[in-house]
C-alpha cells in the first residue's frame, strides 16, 4: 500500500485530496496546524498529525512519526486580497514563510528518502494567478509564482535520481476557506483608492460560473502524481484549464 502526506489537510483542497486517496486504496498521513481527526469520522486509512510548515522542529516530527512516503502533496497555505501599497512588510513575509519557504521545506525534508530508494513524487499546489495575472493578490501571487519556478528547476534534477516534482494550479474555489482564514490578516488591506476597483472584482467573481471545487484539486493531484509522460503543471477546475488552453 502506498502512502501520501498531504499538508493543510483541514479544509478544501487538502481535506478533498486526502480523502480522494483514502477512497483509492491509500495510506494518506493527513496534516494541519490543529488536529481534527473528526474531519475523517474515524476513516480506516487515514492518520491525522499535528503539523506547522514554518516550524522545523514540527517537520522533523512528522517525518520521523511517519516513516517512508511514497507521495508528498504541499497543499497548506495561507490566502492575501488587498492592496500591495497597504500590505504591512510583516504580512508579506507570513505569506511567504508557509507558501514559499513552508513548501521548499517539506521538500527538502522528503528528498533524502526519495533519493535513496529512486522513487517518490513532489506534487506542489499553486494557483492560477501564476497562470493569468489577477488583480489586488500581488503578494500572494509572488509566492505561488515562487514555487512554480522552484518546482519547473527541482523535477529536472530530481529527474536525475528518479523522482518526479508536479505543479497542480487550481482556479477560484468558492468553496474553500480562503476569505475566512485569512479575514484578519486581509483586514484593512482594501483602502482608497482602491475600494472601488476591488468591488468590481468582488462583484466579478460573484458573476463566474466556470469556477474550481476541491474535489477537481484532488483529480488534479491524482493525475499529477502518477503521470509519467513528463508534464510538469496540472491545472484544476474549469477556469484553471481555460487559462492553459
Not at 514540527?58 to 488587498?82: K, R, Y
Request: with cysteine; hydrophobic share 50%; proline share 5%.
Amino acid at each position: 500500500m502506498k502512502t501520501a502526506l498531504i499538508t493543510g489537510c483541514s479544509s478544501g483542497y487538502g481535506l478533498a485530496t486526502a480523502r480522494h486517496f483514502q477512497a483509492q486504496g491509500w495510506q494518506v498521513i493527513a496534516t494541519m496546524r490543529q488536529p481534527r481527526a473528526d474531519l475523517f469520522d474515524g476513516t480506516s486509512g487515514i492518520r491525522v498529525l499535528p503539523l506547522d510548515v514554518t516550524d522545523a522542529a514540527s517537520i522533523a516530527a512528522v517525518f520521523e512519526a511517519t516513516g517512508p512516503i511514497d507521495l508528498l502533496v504541499n497543499n497548506a497555505g495561507l490566502g492575501l486580497f488587498g492592496a500591495f501599497e497597504a500590505t504591512p512588510m510583516a504580512t508579506v513575509r507570513e505569506i511567504f514563510e508557509t507558501n514559499t519557504f513552508g513548501t521548499m521545506a517539506m521538500c527538502q525534508a522528503a528528498i533524502p528518502q526519495f533519493r535513496a530508494r529512486g522513487a517518490g513524487t513532489i506534487v506542489n499546489i499553486t494557483s492560477s494567478a501564476t497562470l493569468a495575472p489577477f488583480p489586488l493578490v500581488a503578494a500572494y501571487t509572488a509566492s505561488k509564482a515562487a514555487i512554480a519556478g522552484f518546482t519547473s528547476s527541482l523535477a529536472l534534477e530530481l529527474a536525475q535520481v528518479g523522482v518526479r516534482a508536479k505543479l497542480v494550479a487550481p482556479g477560484y474555489c468558492p468553496g474553500t476557506r480562503f476569505a475566512d482564514n485569512g479575514a484578519a490578516r486581509m483586514a484593512g488591506l482594501v483602502t482608497e483608492p482602491y475600494a472601488a476597483f476591488a468591488q468590481r472584482v468582488f462583484d466579478g467573481f460573484a458573476r463566474l460560473t466556470a469556477v474550481t471545487q476541491p474535489e477537481d484539486v484532488a483529480d488534479a493531484v491524482w493525475q499529477a502524481a502518477h503521470d509519467a509522460s513528463g508534464q510538469l503543471q496540472f491545472p484544476a477546475g474549469a477556469d484553471a484549464v481555460a487559462l492553459t488552453a
